[in-house]
């Protein structure tokens, strides 16, 4: 039979041959843009702290724009010119429905904005429209109906029955073994409408002290030390970055996971970087080439290097004499704060004399000592402290002091403390060019009514004053995996995968839950609740997963509550210099997703608590503003205002587009006036009576700033007893700019996947020759002892595609920190901070041994291995 | 821009529609649009012809030097390269010929004279640092790109290089084919059959 040779296939015959693309598909060549009647939505990114602007454009599907400004929404001509935003990248486009009729949307960068002038986005921000639920995408998979484990299927079930089995459920186990038998492990940041609400449930009507946010064990704060000197984590505004000469970065990678903040702010700023990370990632190379600094740190010595810098500094008289006396506290003010609540304070703040003297005694901090704690050779924290803190003839160079998790995710008390006061010592205070600030990880969304109840709590720090309390919240994990939580409630958050000792977590959660021997067999609502209880009787727990997406957890779920996000419901939170906006709703979220603060507010009215008649998302953001009143996000004067003119709140702030405003928000002169930064000296008298005392003092007893004794001598033993030894290297992790935290929406896009289709482990040439492994070969790591939250050593172990660069320096690797089912915590042993409880995320190590090759070793294959330090 | 001014800046000015319409001989290249909506999909996808462009012949080409261009539009930008390694998309008896756009697909930075010849990146864009690997399609080695570099498909009869299509948008259009003029000498081939879709202006 002769076969039929179709013009397809000559055409294929006569095409070169070549080597075959990687992706299957070819690359859209075209993108519909907005005609000009397109519907506008003000919202900003879902990601990072810095919080770009961003608006959508929504259109019936058989409408379209034209290349005429005139005949789009943009109202430019296209091509559009370099430079300027606006164009329209396929990643960019979706179909969604709206209203329940299909809608093209486009999702790009607001070139309006205060935060991303000219439309500039990244990686993450720019590809906004592929989040948004489309079930011909990979989006797909979205939870879409309560769900509920009966006979190992997780079978629909109605909205009614779902919220009654939660309530029924709670109920049962806080009136049996009271309110610690229900747990709560929340996000910190997804929207001030859904944080308000879970913060009422569990702190405030239920008064459970077992309470943990996303990326801790505990309900604690992050850079404790940089709060305990009393600076707010967001004073800034980014305007003052680009007053700054130099830029201490601890533990911040902004090119990485701040990519605005990086492009927008601070390069071009023009200061000089000191980028301290164990990782010469493209932000070092960048502050190399820019006559700035490299500090390779040995993981987690950033305490030892703080010091050191600080050291030398006193030892020269570099200090900022001057600010300190008029600034900071002195021994009698640092007596003012409160015993218990304010114990660090009473231990670890002393005043400027009494800390100079304590690091001038301890020769741990000499350059020769350093050198070797460190690895950063002497020279460097030499030319560090002179960039720092030298003086300029008459003047002071403009330092600004900025950490992240790089830093207090390693000690997380003596590394930011010491950051902090070396903050302090060069004059980084509160004024354009001289700043101290966390970069920030998520937005922040976090408006509570009520915060994490120390005083319930029962554990105590061993170091504090003698005689006076110490109190430490209770580690969620640890309590978690004992067998004392009746219900364990998940709300948005990736727990599995995402904590230290991360198999041991999953090993003894399926043990509670699915592998209990107690499982259900019925869908009707009171044989379920009947056969739970006997499961909590049992000593195991109900699990509910409250989520937009499947994930780890999932595996082990009792129920599944569907979540509406971003995009699908009217939301409202702050950035990273307190610039509330809107988020718009933009499409329908699928199925019968709800966003959180509905659910929680079922879940409360069915246990019979008050004060939940909320009947839309604006009615809980008026509520919430009376709760913000005098503080760094008080809002009041927004409703306050926004009422006077006959307006929803949520309506009001809409108006403000994506500029929105900077908290607190004050009305000078009649107008409704925003707030540049906090502790700011330079702030105008005659407005002090319109603003919260924050925003021209620090936020301490006394209204002066705190030096805190970052002692490496609390963390020196743990330190020696997990770093590598023999054969081991450190196995670090952290971000990477292509994917956001847990990989949920790049999970689900391609173009992220063709990047890092796997975990990788970064390591360097010498120890991949010596290991005799190439990029793309796949690799074990194991460490023996992972020490977990309940005091038991296993081992952990994780599988990874080999990427061989000079990012990473000798004896030094480096992981993804939350890539879904690769989880770098699987080789972190669960050691806690002495004085806070956090996590120390950055002590995982292990042997690393080659098994074979992936198909991502081919050319074919659609990672790159080059490294990243080309760029 | 209206069609008064391109006609008195851009005499050979064309439109998609206009390039759809033009010669039909043998078929060239086929593009699949794969982001439709279901609607539309449902309707066939949208094949539409590039034009064929002679570059360079293979003989003079020196490893590592580029070789600029301009495809499909006179206004888009390109560079030739022999990268002296294997690379997807690669023709040639090394499989190392490769064409990328040079016009950064974040927002528009020039590329020109920023590829790293020994490591076939592409890069650093002098706007926000984005860089690519031209071996593996273009992807970004990092990037605030949201797509990859355009890699222009190449064809040879064995004496000179052809380019016969693209891979992905060009900065600044919202089509590879429209609001632009076609390149001299650019052969426009192709059985075409017009968009039922609505994505044209």
Same mark, same amino acid.
């Given at each position: 039979m002769t076969k039929d040779i179709s013009r397809r296939d000559l055409i294929m015959a006569a095409r070169s041959p070549s080597i075959d693309y990687a992706v299957y598909e070819e690359s859209s060549n075209q993108v519909p843009i907005p005609p000009a009647n397109a519907e506008v939505h003000t919202s900003a990114c879902d990601?990072?702290?810095? /919080?770009c602007g961003y608006k959508a454009y929504t259109w019936p599907v058989d409408e379209a724009g034209g290349s005429n400004a005139d005949d789009n929404a943009f109202h430019r001509d296209f091509p559009v010119v370099a430079g300027r935003g606006q164009w329209v990248s396929p990643n960019m486009h979706n179909i969604v429905k709206r209203d329940g009729k299909l809608h093209h949307v486009v999702v790009i960068a607001d070139g @309006?904005?205060?935060?991303?002038?000219?439309?500039n986005h990244s990686v993450r921000g720019g590809?906004?429209?592929?989040?948004?639920?489309?079930? *011909?995408?990979?989006?797909?998979?979205?939870?879409?109906t309560p769900m509920l484990r009966v006979n190992d299927s997780m079978l629909p079930i109605s909205w009614d029955d779902a919220t009654t089995i939660v309530a029924e459920l709670s109920r049962y186990a806080i009136d049996k073994n /009271?309110?610690?038998?229900f747990g709560m492990r929340y996000y910190s940041y997804q929207y001030w409408e859904n944080t308000y609400a879970l913060s009422k449930l569990i702190?405030?009507?239920? /008064?459970?002290?077992i309470g943990a946010e996303?990326? #801790? %064990?505990?309900g604690t704060n992050d850079a404790v030390g940089l709060d305990d000197s009393g600076v707010?984590? !967001?004073?800034?505004?980014?305007?003052d970055f680009k007053e700054a000469d130099v830029i201490f970065m601890s533990g911040f990678d902004p090119y990485e996971n701040h990519t605005i903040l990086f492009t927008e702010w601070i390069a071009p700023g023009g200061a000089k970087i000191i980028f301290v990370n164990p990782r010469k990632s493209p932000t070092a190379v960048h502050a190399e080439r820019n006559d700035g600094l490299h500090?390779?740190?040995?993981?987690?010595?950033d305490t030892v290097l703080n010091n050191a810098i600080q050291r030398y500094i006193l030892e020269q008289g570099w200090e900022d004499a001057e600010w300190i006396s008029r600034m900071t506290a002195s021994s009698e003010e640092i007596l003012m704060e409160k015993p218990g609540k304010h114990w660090r304070r009473r231990t670890f703040g002393q005043d400027f004399e009494a800390h100079k003297a304590w690091l001038l005694s301890d020769?741990?901090?000499?350059l020769e000592n350093a050198e070797k704690t460190t690895w950063v050779p002497k020279e460097k924290i030499i030319r560090a402290a002179e960039m720092m803190a030298k003086p300029r003839g008459k003047t002071r160079p403009k330092t600004t002091v900025m950490l992240e998790k790089g830093n207090y995710w390693s000690f997380n008390y003596p590394a930011s403390a010491s950051l902090s006061s070396l903050g302090l010592l060069v004059g980084a205070g509160s004024r354009p060019g001289q700043n101290m600030s966390r970069a920030g990880g998520?937005?922040?969304g976090g408006m509570k009514l009520?915060?994490? %109840?120390?005083?319930?709590?029962?554990v105590e720090s061993k170091?504090? #004053?003698?005689?006076e309390p110490a109190p430490m919240p209770v580690n969620f994990d640890q309590y978690a995996m004992s067998g004392k939580l009746g219900v364990c409630y998940i709300l948005g958050t990736t727990w599995l995968d995402s904590m230290n000792a991360a198999q041991a977590i999953r090993l003894k959660l399926g043990e509670l839950t699915r592998k209990h021997p107690i499982q259900a067999d019925s869908l009707v609502v009171a044989e379920y609740i009947d056969t739970l209880k006997k499961r909590i009787d049992a000593g195991g727990m109900f699990l509910v997963q409250q989520d937009i997406y499947p994930n780890t957890l999932t595996d082990f779920a009792d129920i599944i509550l569907p979540a509406a996000t971003w995009g699908e419901a009217d939301f409202t939170r702050a950035q990273g210099e307190r610039r509330l906006r809107m988020y718009s709703r933009i499409s329908d979220a699928p199925g019968e997703a709800k966003p959180d603060w509905w659910t929680i507010a079922q879940i409360g009215k069915k246990m019979g608590y @008050?004060?939940?008649? !909320? @009947? @839309?998302?604006n009615d809980i953001f008026e509520k919430a503003s009376e709760k913000s009143k /005098?503080?760094?996000?008080?809002f009041s004067k927004v409703v306050e205002v926004a009422r006077s003119q006959g307006k929803k709140a949520h309506e009001f702030l809409r108006e403000m587009s994506t500029t929105g405003i900077q908290l607190p928000a004050r009305i000078v002169n009649g107008e409704l006036t925003g707030t540049?930064?906090?502790?700011?000296?330079? !702030?105008p008298d005659d407005e002090k009576?319109?603003?919260?005392?924050i925003v021209y003092q620090f936020k301490t007893a006394s209204g002066k700033a705190i030096f805190m004794k970052g002692d490496w001598n609390l963390v020196k033993d743990t330190f020696e007893k997990f770093r590598p030894k023999g054969d081991e290297m450190w196995v670090s992790n952290g971000r990477i700019n292509h994917i956001w935290q847990s990989m949920f929406d790049g999970t689900r896009q391609p173009f992220v996947k063709q990047r890092y289709p796997s975990n990788f482990l970064m390591i360097n040439p010498a120890d991949a020759e010596r290991l005799k492994i190439e990029s793309g070969d796949l690799v074990a790591v194991e460490n023996d002892k992972v020490l977990d939250q309940l005091g038991n050593e296993a081992r952990g172990v994780l599988s990874l595609v080999a990427y061989v660069t000079d990012e990473v320096g000798v004896g030094v690797t480096y992981t993804y920190a939350f890539y879904p089912g690769q989880?770098?915590? *699987?080789?972190?042993?669960?050691v806690t901070d002495?004085?806070?409880?956090?996590?120390?995320?950055?002590?995982g190590k292990g042997r690393i041994r080659r098994m074979g090759e992936t198909p991502l070793k081919k050319v074919e294959g659609t990672m790159s291995f080059i490294p990243r330090t080309v760029g | 821009m209206s069609d008064e001014k391109e006609e008195s800046t851009r005499p050979v000015c064309m439109h998609r529609r206009d390039v759809l319409k033009a010669g039909a001989v043998v078929s060239g290249s086929a593009v699949i649009y +794969?982001?439709?909506?279901s609607a539309q999909s449902s309707a066939g996808g949208v094949n539409v012809a590039y034009p064929k462009l002679k570059i360079a012949p293979i003989k003079g080409l020196v490893e590592g030097e580029g070789v600029s261009f301009n495809y499909p539009l006179n206004e888009q930008p390109n560079v030739l390269l022999k990268l002296g390694r294997p690379a997807q998309g690669g023709i040639g008896p090394d499989f190392d010929i490769v064409a990328f756009s040079v016009?950064?697909?974040?927002?528009?930075g020039s590329l020109r004279?920023?590829?790293?010849?020994d490591t076939a990146a592409m890069g650093?864009?002098?706007?926000?640092f984005s860089t690519f690997d031209l071996a593996r399609?273009?992807? +970004?080695?990092?990037?605030?790109?949201?797509?990859?570099?355009p890699q222009v498909k190449l064809e040879t009869d064995g004496k000179d290089i052809f380019a016969v299509g693209i891979n992905g948008l060009v900065y600044g259009?919202?089509?590879?084919?429209?609001d632009g003029t076609l390149p001299e000498g650019a052969e426009v081939i192709g059985e075409v059959q017009e968009s039922r879709g609505t994505l044209r202006g």
């Open positions: 990601y990072c702290i810095v /919080g @309006e904005t205060a935060v991303n002038r000219e439309g590809k906004l429209a592929q989040k948004l639920y489309n079930p *011909n995408k990979p989006t797909a998979d979205r939870l879409q /009271g309110p610690n038998a702190y405030n009507d239920i /008064g459970t002290a996303h990326d #801790k %064990p505990t707010d984590g !967001f004073s800034t505004s980014y305007a500090l390779q740190v040995q993981p987690n010595t020769d741990q901090y000499t998520h937005q922040r009520k915060g994490y %109840p120390l005083s319930k709590s029962w170091h504090g #004053k003698e005689g @008050e004060g939940w008649d !909320f @009947e @839309e998302a /005098g503080g760094h996000y008080d540049l930064r906090l502790h700011d000296e330079t !702030f009576d319109t603003a919260p005392k989880s770098a915590d *699987n080789v972190v042993p669960a002495p004085i806070t409880g956090v996590y120390n995320y950055k002590i | +794969p982001h439709l909506s016009l950064c697909p974040h927002m528009g004279g920023r590829y790293q010849h650093p864009c002098p706007f926000h399609g273009g992807v +970004p080695v990092h990037a605030s790109a949201t797509q990859n570099l259009y919202r089509d590879n084919l429209t």
